[in-house]
């Protein structure tokens, strides 16, 4: 096996600890991974090249799909997270907002 490819399965198991993470709810953790996998897409970019062998590019690109896959598991889980995070967020601006109003009429 070559090794882009044995980057492209390191890759995938810090995406699919991520996917794992997001399932647990553990953000702290997916965002601990999520730079650990921009580091290691940084590393790959430069050498990344189309395998000329058959058997690699089928490799590579069952690999991508599952990259590919765990992404779109992530980003869907994240998202629902992300709302209830922005409605805290605005619940505590408005009880703010309230706060302020309040001692400025007292």
């Keep these: ?9 390191r890759l995938s198991g810090i995406t699919g600890q991520m996917r794992d993470a997001a399932v647990g709810g553990e953000w702290d953790r997916l965002i601990s991974l999520e730079q650990e996998c921009k580091r290691k ?18 490799q590579k690109i069952a690999l991508l799909k599952k990259i590919l896959a765990d ?14 995070l922005q ?9 703010q907002r309230l706060q302020q109003a309040y001692l400025v009429n007292s």
């Excluded at 779109?72 to 709302?83: H, K, L, N, V």
Aim: charged letters at 40%.
């Design 1 to 9: 096996m070559s090794m882009l490819l044995e980057e492209y399965q």
């Design 41 to 58: 897409v940084e590393e790959i970019k430069p050498r990344d090249v189309v395998p000329s062998n058959p058997e690699e590019r089928a």
């Design 71 to 84: 992404d779109a598991d992530i980003r869907s889980r994240t998202e629902s997270w992300m709302e209830q």
């Design 87 to 95: 409605r805290i967020m605005q619940s505590n601006r408005s009880e």
